[in-house]
């Protein structure tokens, strides 16, 4: 019998929808929210997640909703690509909602049932998007998501500053949106906006590439694809934890779910050199990405810029995918499609992790500069545990899944050689070593954000009073990182589990798996096996501390840091997080536009201070800006107060108009 | 996997535990002797080994899991991936379950740990040493895994005795771009191990130290693991330069036990040449200021790159 | 790759060291080392010409490779050797862009010339004609070097590791060209190199340095 996926997943959209109605009525009741419609929430996630992983490898399930404008329905359809996103949704989604029932406070900005409102419509918007299966649903879905996200990233309007995030934010948004809306407008053909009549239309190669360039500028502009990626770091730090989280960690992936429809879904064929654009734009993103996480001073927009990074490393994968493809070569568009899809699911846990961890922290210290943290790892063992996995995760380190997607990634590199074009061929080692530079280069992230925020010593006396977190917090992170662990071990079984994704995205499925061993192309040629590796490096680890205490001794003596014998030490010898991002801000110097105040030896107080900034601002944005307002002055000069002039213009451009369509 | 297979994979293992002090007294002596000094025992580092694991361990009081867990993860990653170098045959059975890019996964692994835990006690020196080690990581982790890609663009396989395989049994032929990748390996060799000029192992000069300012908490049988495991990663960075660029004398994966018993003495020579290259290395040149670290490692990458383009273009 | 003959290798292993040297020279910080990476570059083109002489039996290579050997290997160190230590100017060579930038800009160069070459070199009949891309990217970065340096002695070292550049080009894609020219080439790079050297001493005592920004002053309306 066959699953009434559609209906589940159905299900769970409306329960969502109602819970954050009846959060919106009981608007004051703190307990009723947090502790009765959160935790409620989290099981419509998992009924989602049931749903969807039932529908993966099912037949695509259909529906008309008779909703809308007369005559324009909303069409919903699962298939297996919205079923894995679903999948992706429902989990973490799920975690995070656990995770809030214990976060929020009632002094959060936004009253808690306002809140519980607009966090279970984004929840709904982000899984209709998924499941819209016409280009009005979809716009209405993606409108809708792009709303409820804007006030929860507002919750703490108060702060200035936050509001001009969320003004960005919602201006990038739409920008996004339009080109989204012009790439569904180019896809239609003759038929009607229904996603079925886009596959049918067969546009021609030129409208095809318009079609292309305008979803990856729309679904890039909302990713945070650079040069649009200014919004990020600005609006996720800015929301409240779980509400970050949730956007990094599932938002953005949507994003990346929409750019796979239209290009490998919609768009009858792709053309070889749009591969090229979106692994140069891809790499670009992640090597700019990763080098900003390094020198930024707060935890959230670290993660922030970390998550611009993994966004392009998928764009970059997707670029390959479609090299691949339009090369007629469909397996190893499969292995690229792979990590891709891997690799987003990854990301969806470790980002949503890390940033719930920050939001522990962040309740337990009242401090979000890294340079004020320190030394939790004693004060909050449970929040610190956890996030050692999800760094070492996001890192990209064996045996964890971060390092499952890299090298998957990396073995559909080393195959670019059988392309037959040379241009295309000379390509590949700059984009493997763009790549390889990039995945180091986050584990320097990684180590920075972990080292300055739970080792050493606390940097402010204030920090001797922080709790670990409570037990729904510390449920939810432990399965975000039980995800992490599993999607790291298991991989072939993962693997397998995708076939009809990629089956339906490039039509080729990877290798059958070994259930031990990942080995896409046959163990001759590569051959990963993370629970061996775990079990080997577990053995010698266990065997090692047995023969060491059992030949010798286990004595441990307590005693002051050594240090070189200095006897003055105090926490603000540490690198602080400035000083450990400094090596990178000097190596990549011309990436950053630097404003430095040196003191002059004379100071009795010196003070030194640095700022790094995002160059984009003055390449594009100031540049529109200005022009912007050149536009406005001029238009300005039409402004004279006198209604019969401004009926005059309104006139003339009657005039001429009904001249010009005469 | 055959008997011989699995022999030779314990021997390499045990070989590699029991040799990599030795590699590091060997460097230490040539070093003494090109400098016109008496020499230290060949045997010094198995003495300080053997006494460290006999003192009482002193931690910090505000040493956190991290700290006391990092030697054992660092020997662990260390020893596995001693397991998965083809240094003696190329049958080896455990190499399946990580190949060239795991390899490298393990080393990263490694120093992410060994920085954490530099991290944690909150001195100025940890945490100095931490964020150059991480520092110098960053160019060399990728250049080593480009020119491990170069040697798998050749062999058609990231397995690392694939590879050997390939290079070793080919006939003969001579690859120009095993040339550059052979330049940039040395230096990320000597990057990777705390060498000269990008570290140095014999200081004790606070300002200038990366790995040893990493160690400096460290006492008793947790510095003795961590002195162990820096000793088998000269070792597996040796036995992989070996391995990509002198393949001569590893057994292949027939089984064949006098192949085996030849390529122990064959690997010990190869050793003790690689050995007193590095001390000559060393000796002729100068420890470079830290900030000229990329200027070193950035080249080193870059010819990683080169040499995969040459491997495109020469199709060899 | 197997199905190369031996001295085809040896040839692509040459070629490799060349662009090794090309690389090498454009990051070499001193004035000496420049000029002794110069010399080895000429002693691989020297051997890499007496291999393509010997498989070809073209008697003229064996001459060029010996002109080669005598100019590049030995007359014009020699020469540069004399200049610097009678300017005496041992000083490191400044750059005006740094390592990793030239390095990074090399690699683009590298890849654009194997690029260019491809086309052109399927229409070679040689067998070493996959070494053309090598000797084309040889002469970018060696123009790449002339244009980093401000000093004018490695600006010269640029522009003679050019000339090896080409002519490593036409050994290796057509088996080197008519003897006359050769000759002339020869005769000019060595010609070139003396007048330069009497440059120096001139722009020297002119400006009492070698910097060629002091060039810049000489144009008009200042």
Not at chain 1, 413 to 434: E, G, H, I, Y
Request: proline letters at 5%; aromatic letters at 10%.
């Amino acid at each position: 019998m066959a699953v009434p996926t559609l209906g589940l997943i159905g299900a769970a959209i409306v329960a969502w929808l109602a819970i954050g109605t009846i959060g919106l009525a009981a608007q004051t009741r703190f307990g009723f929210v947090s502790r009765g419609l959160f935790p409620a929430g989290a099981v419509a996630g998992l009924v989602l997640a049931a749903g969807a992983f039932c529908a993966v490898g099912a037949p695509p399930q259909s529906a008309v909703l008779p909703l809308g404008l007369p005559d324009l329905p909303f069409h919903l359809r699962v298939d297996a690509l919205s079923a894995f996103f679903l999948l992706l949704l429902g989990v973490a989604g799920a975690a995070v909602s656990v995770y809030s029932a214990g976060y929020f406070r009632e002094s959060e900005g936004a009253a808690p049932g306002l809140l519980c409102f607009q966090y279970h419509a984004f929840l709904a918007a982000m899984a209709l998007v998924l499941v819209a299966d016409d280009a009005y649903a979809f716009m209405v879905a993606w409108e809708a998501m792009a709303l409820a996200s804007f006030f929860l990233v507002t919750t703490d309007h108060r702060i200035a500053e936050i509001r001009r995030a969320g003004y960005l934010y919602l201006l990038i948004a739409h920008i996004g949106a339009i080109a989204i809306l012009l790439a569904f407008g180019t896809l239609k053909g003759g038929g009607d906006y229904t996603f079925a009549s886009m596959r049918a239309a067969a546009p021609s190669p030129g409208w095809a590439t318009v079609a292309f360039f305008l979803a990856l500028a729309g679904f890039g502009a909302k990713a945070g694809l650079m040069p649009l990626h200014v919004w990020l770091p600005e609006a996720h730090p800015a929301a409240p934890s779980p509400v970050s989280a949730l956007m990094s960690g599932v938002m953005l992936k949507t994003a990346i779910y929409g750019l796979l429809r239209v290009t490998f879904d919609l768009l009858p064929a792709q053309a070889w050199w749009w591969g090229v654009v979106a692994l140069a734009l891809g790499l670009a993103s992640a090597l700019f990405g990763v080098i900003f996480a390094a020198v930024q001073t707060d935890m959230k927009r670290l993660l922030a810029w970390s998550s611009i990074e993994n966004i392009g490393i998928l764009v970059a994968g997707i670029g390959l995918a479609i090299l691949y493809k339009a090369y007629g070569k469909p397996v190893l568009a499969a292995i690229a499609m792979t990590a891709v899809l891997y690799h987003a699911f990854n990301h969806a846990l470790f980002k949503s992790l890390l940033f719930l961890a920050t939001g522990s922290v962040l309740h337990a210290t009242h401090e979000r500069s890294l340079g004020r943290l320190g030394g939790l790892a004693h004060k909050m063992p449970w929040v610190a545990a956890l996030a050692l996995i999800g760094v070492l995760a996001i890192a990209g380190l064996p045996p964890l899944n971060g390092f499952v997607s890299e090298w998957l990634l990396i073995q559909a590199f080393l195959f670019t050689p059988t392309l037959p074009q040379s241009f295309v061929n000379m390509l590949v080692p700059l984009a493997a070593a763009a790549l390889v530079l990039t995945a180091a280069l986050a584990a320097y992230v990684m180590v920075k954000f972990y080292g300055v925020i739970f080792l050493g010593r606390p940097r402010e006396p204030g920090l001797a009073y922080a709790k670990d977190a409570g037990r729904w917090e510390r449920a939810a992170l432990a399965a975000l990182a039980l995800g992490c662990i599993v999607l790291g071990l298991a991989p072939s079984a993962v693997i397998g589990w995708l076939d009809p994704v990629n089956a339906l995205l490039v039509g080729a499925t990877p290798g059958p798996g070994h259930w031990l061993m990942l080995a896409p192309f046959g163990e001759e040629r590569s051959s990963y096996a993370p629970l061996v590796v775990l079990a080997v490096v577990g053995a010698v680890v266990l065997l090692t501390i047995q023969i060491v205490h059992r030949l010798w001794h286990g004595r441990v003596r307590r005693s002051d840091p050594w240090d070189c014998g200095f006897p003055l030490q105090t926490p603000r010898m540490q690198d602080t997080a400035e000083g450990f991002g400094q090596p990178i801000r000097q190596v990549f110097e011309p990436f950053f536009r630097m404003e430095r105040e040196l003191p002059s030896p004379f100071d009795a107080k010196p003070r030194y201070r640095v700022r790094a900034d995002d160059p984009w601002w003055a390449w594009i944005y100031l540049p529109i800006v200005r022009a912007t307002e050149w536009a406005g002055r001029l238009a300005g000069r039409l402004q004279h107060g006198r209604i019969s002039v401004y009926l005059t213009f309104s006139f003339v451009t009657l005039l001429a108009l009904l001249a010009f369509v005469r | 996997m055959t008997a011989a297979g699995i022999l030779s994979q314990f021997l390499q293992a045990g070989l590699a535990l029991a040799l990599a002090p030795l590699l590091v007294g060997w460097v230490a002596m040539c070093r003494a002797w090109l400098a016109n000094r008496s020499a230290p025992p060949i045997t010094l580092p198995y003495r300080t080994i053997r006494k460290l694991f006999a003192k009482d361990a002193v931690v910090a009081h505000n040493a956190s899991p991290i700290f006391r867990l990092t030697p054992y993860v660092v020997f662990g990653a260390m020893v596995c991936s001693a397991a998965i170098i083809p240094s003696l045959a190329t049958e080896v059975p455990f190499a399946a379950a990580a190949d060239a890019i795991a390899l490298v996964g393990l080393f990263a692994l490694a120093r992410v740990f060994i920085a954490l835990a530099a991290m944690d006690i909150g001195t100025a020196f940890g945490s100095l040493g931490a964020r150059r080690e991480m520092f110098v990581g960053f160019l060399a982790e990728p250049a080593l895994l480009m020119v491990l890609f170069t040697a798998s663009l050749i062999s058609g396989s990231t397995s690392l005795p694939s590879i050997v395989d390939t290079l070793a049994h080919r006939e003969l032929a001579i690859y120009p771009s095993l040339a550059f990748s052979g330049v940039a390996f040395t230096m990320v060799s000597l990057a990777e191990n705390a060498r000269i000029p990008v570290d140095n192992p014999a200081t004790h000069l606070e300002l200038t130290m990366i790995h040893e300012a990493m160690l400096l908490e460290y006492s008793a049988r947790h510095l003795a693991l961590l002195e162990w495991a820096s000793a088998l990663k000269l070792l597996n960075y040796s036995c992989i330069g070996l391995a990509l660029f002198f393949p001569f004398g590893i057994a292949g994966g027939d089984g064949d036990w006098g192949a085996i018993a030849l390529a122990v003495p064959a690997l010990v020579a190869k050793l003790g040449a690689g050995g007193f290259a590095l001390a000559l290395i060393e000796t002729v040149s100068a420890k470079m200021r830290i900030f000229r670290a990329p200027a070193f490692l950035g080249p080193a990458f870059l010819l990683a790159v080169l040499a995969m383009l040459v491997h495109l273009l020469l199709g060899s | 790759m197997s199905a190369l003959p031996l001295h085809a290798q040896v040839i692509n292993l040459l070629a490799a060291i060349l662009l090794l040297l090309a690389f090498a020279m454009l990051t070499q910080r001193r004035v000496l080392s420049l000029i002794d990476l110069f010399a080895a570059q000429g002693l691989a083109l020297a051997v890499s010409t007496g291999i393509v002489a010997a498989y070809t039996g073209q008697a003229h290579l064996w001459w060029s490779a010996g002109i080669t050997l005598a100019l590049k290997v030995v007359a014009l160190p020699w020469i540069l050797h004399r200049l610097i230590r009678r300017l005496d100017v041992k000083w490191d060579v400044e750059r005006l862009v740094n390592v990793p930038t030239t390095m990074l800009i090399g690699i683009v160069l590298v890849v654009f010339s194997f690029n260019l070459a491809v086309p052109i070199s399927q229409l070679s009949g040689t067998i070493t004609r996959a070494t053309l891309g090598i000797a084309m990217a040889s002469v970018m970065l060696s123009f790449l070097m002339m244009i980093t340096r401000r000093k004018a002695i490695p600006q010269v070292i640029g522009f003679l590791s050019m000339e090896n550049g080409l002519f490593f080009a036409a050994t290796s894609a057509t088996y080197g060209m008519p003897m006359v020219v050769e000759l002339g080439i020869a005769l000019d790079v060595l010609v070139g190199v003396l007048i330069l050297g009497v440059f120096f001493f001139q722009i020297r005592e002119q400006f009492d340095s070698l910097d060629l920004q002091h060039l810049e002053k000489l144009q008009e309306g200042e």
